[in-house]
């Protein structure tokens, strides 16, 4: 169970974080700080200006060589005009430096944050819903702004009237004070005592808006399925069941944090009473002047009555906290792909692509690879075949080091892939998956999308490869045509030749097509395999394929089972043997229609 203890060490790690805006919080702090010492002094001046009036010549004042009480009158009346005029102008100044530091710090936090997720390895993101790590960057940010723009001045600003109100009453009555002191004691205990309740409601608070957001993303996804199977009350419901999980949540956490403020008002009365009748007894008695009880009874307020809103501000510092817990675990998530940023691949790269006794397992099902040996000459082109599950993607998967082996090597022109920068390796590669994701945009800058300076010329004449220059025409603003979000605009065919368009504007030595025609067409399909005859010459292509028509020129075709290589040769060399690729290329071409079993 979450304690206050987290709650601080927290903040603690975003000062850590925070290093780099040192400057901005000392200047916000110390405008905060000068402008409650100018808030507290009008107090003071209402019990010097009773003291004038009362006393006249004797006063305070005119022991500071003001005689006449007019003369005292119109001192104070300038003094308080410059107070007022500093108080304004500092917390003109400690807005801005706030605010201004909240907005920063949440930009370069989302964007901290951002970079650091797209660094993480797979696996992360296959365990990690999107709609939590949306939260996380979203509203956990935004979470911390608004405790920047307004509660971390408020919890400066109440320990400064703690501070500067006590010694002023202990310099007037030390008795009083002690009297005016006795709650706060019992105020601090409260805020301390509701804060460990309060710590972790907030954090499940915080988790139940990750599910919310986590439902409301994959709905609206997959709105075209929930649709089709007419389920939309269904879903509906559910997300009304995680709406009313956060609503009670939130209920939670309020109850307790309403219940701070009628304790401490009444600890605060205690403490206001007690300098009242006191310090009213002592000036009536000629113990205490009578300017120096104004002072202290209108101090009283002035210390005590802020206090009431520190249940609002505790609030706010702990849902922050437990937003800040977020997102910094977030970035303390260690990078398990290494990038050697300084090593690129040695050029220019000719393609030439290595597996030697690869193994690795997801974690999460224990399936992969297990020592697979594959050598793919540069401008060769090797076929990938196998049932679901067997491990085909994987090993492409790690050839584009979305994860590391476990153990094994793999190699490009000789050059170990660990060794190498990320960038380099992956420039190198250009994938066509048979998922193939399209961003919000037009049909130009998805083409463009791994090379953003391209000229049109060069745009134009990649999709006349992938053969969609006709359709592309066809669109009603041609390239200019928005293909909506995750291309929703266009058909599966289209979708799938804009991808192999934008892996040919890349022009990379290495092609890789993750099941590329199996979701398409025969028209399609049959245009994409004339893209890739033309696209072949020269270039290193590897093919997964359940479709064995769509291989049968490639210069070498492995069998893979289980994680492991069980046959390999050319398409006639496989056929003569007679062996699971053998029977599966009687049932595609046989009477069974074709990928109704599929290796």
């Known amino acids: 169970m979450s304690t206050s203890p987290n709650s601080f060490q927290a903040l603690l790690r975003l000062l850590r974080y925070a290093r780099g805006y040192r400057r901005r919080i000392v200047a916000a702090t110390t405008c905060s700080i000068i ?41 104070l009346a300038v003094l308080t005009f410059f107070i007022w005029a500093g108080e304004s102008l500092f917390e003109y100044l400690y807005k801005i430096l706030w605010r201004n530091l909240a907005q920063r710090l949440q930009a370069d936090l ?55 109100v006590g010694a002023v009453f202990f310099v007037i009555s030390p008795l009083i004070a002690l009297l005016a002191f006795t709650p706060i004691p019992l105020i ?57 999980a956060y609503v009670e949540a939130n209920r939670r956490a309020i109850r307790v944090s309403s219940a ?48 009431t809103g520190l249940a609002e501000v505790i609030d706010l510092f702990e849902r922050a906290m437990a937003s800040t817990r977020r997102i910094l675990d977030l970035l303390a998530v260690p990078v398990t792909v290494r990038d050697n940023h300084g090593r690129p691949l040695r050029g220019p790269v000719r393609g030439e692509v290595s597996f030697e006794g690869v193994g690795f397992r997801y974690a999460s099902s224990g399936v992969g690879v ?102 592309i025409l066809a669109l009603p603003q041609g390239l200019d045509t928005p293909v909506g979000e995750r291309g929703v605009r266009l058909s599966g065919g289209q979708r799938q030749r804009l991808s192999l368009a934008r892996a040919l ?36 292509v590897i093919m997964i394929a359940h479709r064995l028509s769509t291989i049968v020129h490639a210069d070498e075709i492995v069998v893979i089972e289980g994680g492991r290589v069980t046959e390999r040769g050319t398409h006639a060399e496989l056929l003569e043997r007679g062996g699971r690729y053998a029977a599966q290329w009687q049932v595609q071409t046989g009477a069974l229609a074709a990928g109704e079993v599929a290796l």
Do not use: C
């Open 35 to 75: 402008n409650k010492l100018f808030d507290i002094a009008p107090e003071i001046l209402i019990g010097v200006a009773i003291d004038v009036v009362v006393n006249q010549e004797a006063s305070f004042v005119a022991r500071l060589g003001f005689e006449s009480a007019q003369e005292q009158i119109f001192i």
């Open 110 to 164: 989302r964007l901290d944050t951002y970079e650091h997720a797209q660094r993480l390895d797979m696996a992360f993101f296959e365990a990690k819903s999107s709609g939590q790590l949306v939260a996380t960057m979203n509203d956990d940010v935004n979470q911390l702004e608004r405790f920047l723009d307004g509660g971390a001045n408020a919890l400066i600003q109440v320990g400064v009237t703690v501070v500067a």
């Open 188 to 244: 601090i205990w409260g805020a301390f005592f509701f804060q460990r309740k309060a710590g972790p409601l907030y954090a499940d608070v915080r988790e139940k808006v990750g599910d919310l957001a986590s439902r409301l993303a994959n709905n609206l996804a997959g709105i075209a399925t929930i649709k089709s199977f007419t389920s939309e009350a269904r879903e509906a419901e559910r997300l009304r069941a995680a709406s009313e």
């Open 260 to 307: 701070f403020i009628p304790v401490i008002r009444m600890a605060i009365l205690a403490g206001f009473l007690a300098t009242f009748t006191v310090g009213g007894m002592l000036a009536l008695r000629g113990d205490l002047n009578v300017g120096a009880y104004g002072v202290l009874v209108f101090l009283t307020q002035r210390l005590l009555w802020p206090l």
């Open 370 to 471: 297990a020592d697979v040996s594959l050598h793919v000459p540069a401008g060769n082109t090797l076929a990938l075949v196998g049932a679901t599950g067997s491990g085909k993607s994987t090993l492409v998967k790690l050839l584009l080091r979305f994860y590391d082996p476990a153990a094994g090597h793999i190699r490009i022109d000789g050059q170990p892939i660990d060794a190498v920068s990320l960038n380099s390796l992956r420039q190198a590669i250009g994938l066509v998956s048979q998922d193939v994701y399209l961003f919000e945009g037009t049909v130009r800058d998805n083409i463009a999308y791994g090379r953003p300076e391209a000229s049109e010329t060069e745009v134009v004449e990649a999709a006349r490869t992938a053969e969609a220059w006709e359709f």
């Open 505 to 540: 504007l890349k022009d990379p030595p290495i092609l890789v097509l993750d099941e590329a025609t199996s979701a398409v067409d025969n028209e399609t399909e049959a245009a994409i395999q004339r893209s890739l005859a033309k696209i072949g010459h020269g270039r290193t």
